[in-house]
């Protein structure tokens, strides 16, 4: 994970440090609220070591933000990752803390349980999982950009070739009316499907339509392209594959076999 290279910005986990340690020695008001974060937040970070990448905290980002043009503006990215997906993992962490989830529990676990728990948990749970997803599938701009291996073995025996799975994901990604997500997904039955969520909502949750582990995500809310693409979200869609970590993906998905 390195972020030391964002647009020769100091690194952004330096700046979110210093600007906590300065907003918490400044306001001894909320000492109490911080206190009470504090005793909570570590379990979590451990538990996102002990399970994976993903956990109930943001992750500096693994690259730098211009690192996707041109397919992705850094502007977009900027945005996206400091002010969309931070919010999201922030509010997460109120809803944590106010629903009184166990410092045991899995954000997995948590999704996979979220008609239990309050709309805001199950907007910001889904929108910090599905941005930190995001991220970590995603990487400059490849030529030929295709997965190989037992993921590429499973995508051409799931939709028929690489170029029919392109446009079946496409399809879901472009169909899904307003706000959204486009996944590839392993279901428990260990079989590839293409399916696409409302809002921040994913395949892990119980209540989604089709459940499963999401191996890719696309997100397809105008926030993530609207500055360079405007209403030409098919545009966006068809360039984004131009940046799939297909690596990434395929270490889900052998992780999950
Ligand atoms: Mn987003």
Known sequence: MHNGDNAGKPPLKFLLMS????????????????????????????????YGAIGFSQQPLPYAFNALEPVIDATTMELHYTKHAAAYAKALNEAIVAEKVATTTTIEQLLGNISKYSTKMRNNGGGHYNHELFWSTMQAPQANNIPYGKLAAAINASFGSFANFQTK????????????????????????????TPNQDNPLMDVAEVKGLPLL?????????????????????????????WQQVAARYEAAL
């Open 19 to 50: 600007t906590s340690r300065r907003r918490f020695l400044a306001t001894t008001g909320k000492a109490t609220l911080a206190i009470g974060l504090a005793q909570l937040l570590p379990d979590h970070k451990l538990l996102a070591q002990q």
């Open 169 to 196: 994901f496409s399809d879901a990604a472009k169909a899904r009316f307003g706000s959204g997500w486009a996944w590839l997904v392993l279901t428990a039955e260990k079989q590839l499907v293409i399916t696409s």
């Open 217 to 245: 995500g696309l997100d397809v809310w105008e926030h993530a392209y609207y500055l360079k693409y405007q209403n030409k979200r098919a545009d966006y869609i068809q360039n984004w594959f131009q940046v799939i970590h």
